[in-house]
């Protein structure tokens, strides 16, 4: 049985990989022993088509050639184009610092620097890595001065160049460790595509992942509880819809959402939505009023 963290629900910095970007130091917890594949795959993809390099560490039990293998069971030929004009490579923390064979915290941010650099002369828009964090084990390095690294990273990040997914098998750390991991990245993802988390805070709704289909059920429910709490209590005080961390917002949901802005009118209950320009434009097509949209981007 998996162990939750707790703060994951709750994260001010919960998103999908697909709005993983440039600058981002992202915490990801899976449960398979195996990597979350699906967000994997995503993020490598997201990157390529981005113009990023992509880097993957994989876990140590899987060798960069069977970590290459099974990315190239991705359809299409983007994957396999990558790996030949080394856009994408698959390598392990063991063989990033060497000639060092312990870890410290500045050989890795050395190297980390050293590949940033070397992206950004080679005309790439960014580098992004995914760092499966079973190297911890494999390395015998000392859990402490990881949390440390974990917490004193910022600096890679500035820049807006350099982003990064530290992956943690629950099965392999202490729950206070992942916790506290948690706390010390500014972003966390979601662990499967298709999910959805709708997080209230105060007089906001965040509706983080895929409001489809399969979600619908759980984000009208959410819709609702925010329009019976109205804004905090206040006579006339009104409550937002924030959709900006939406990967996708499916016909069904939308109506849902179109539907709760059209109550709210009657009520007399002002509800704003923040959404991207396509989903503002699905919306105003099923009646929603385009005076309560505010659109970004």
């Not at 990023?52 to 069977?66: D, R, S």
């Not at 620097?113 to 995914?130: D, F, K, N, P, V």
């Not at 019976?228 to 005080?237: F, I, K, N, Q, R």
Request: charged letters at 25%.
């Amino acid at each position: 049985m998996s162990v939750r963290v707790d703060g994951e629900e709750q994260h001010p910095g919960t998103l999908p990989v697909q709005h993983m970007g440039l600058g981002h130091h992202a915490f990801l917890c899976y449960d398979t022993g195996t990597p979350a594949w699906d967000v994997l795959a995503a993020f490598v993809w997201t990157g390529l088509t981005r113009g990023e390099k992509v880097i993957v560490f994989g876990p140590p039990e899987l060798t960069p050639a069977q970590l290459r293998s099974r990315l190239q069971q991705a359809p299409g030929p983007l994957v396999a184009g990558a790996y030949a004009r080394e856009q994408l490579r698959s390598s392990s923390v063991r063989e990033l610092i060497l000639p060092e064979r312990r870890f410290t915290v500045d050989r890795q941010w050395e190297r980390i620097a050293e590949e940033t650099e070397t992206a950004r002369a080679e005309g790439y828009a960014g580098l992004r890595t995914y760092i499966d964090m079973g190297w911890v084990a494999d390395l015998g390095a000392d859990v402490e001065a990881v949390m440390d690294r974990e917490q004193r990273a910022g600096h890679l990040f500035d820049g807006g160049f350099y982003s990064e997914v530290c992956a943690y098998d629950r099965r392999r750390f202490a729950p206070p460790v992942l916790e506290a991991m948690c706390r010390a990245h500014p972003q966390h993802l979601l662990p499967a595509l298709g999910e959805l988390r709708c997080r209230r805070d105060g007089a906001t709704l965040y509706v983080i992942g895929e409001a489809d289909t399969a979600t619908q059920e759980r984000f009208a429910a959410a819709l609702e509880e925010l329009l019976a709490a109205g804004g905090g209590g206040e006579p006339g005080a009104g409550v937002t819809v924030d959709l900006l961390r939406a990967g996708f917002l499916g016909a069904g949901c939308a109506g849902e959402l179109a539907r709760v802005l059209a109550r709210a009118s009657e009520l007399r209950r002002p509800v704003r939505v923040r959404c991207a320009a396509g989903h503002a434009l699905l919306l105003r097509r099923l009646g929603a009023d385009p005076a309560v949209l505010d659109v970004v981007g």
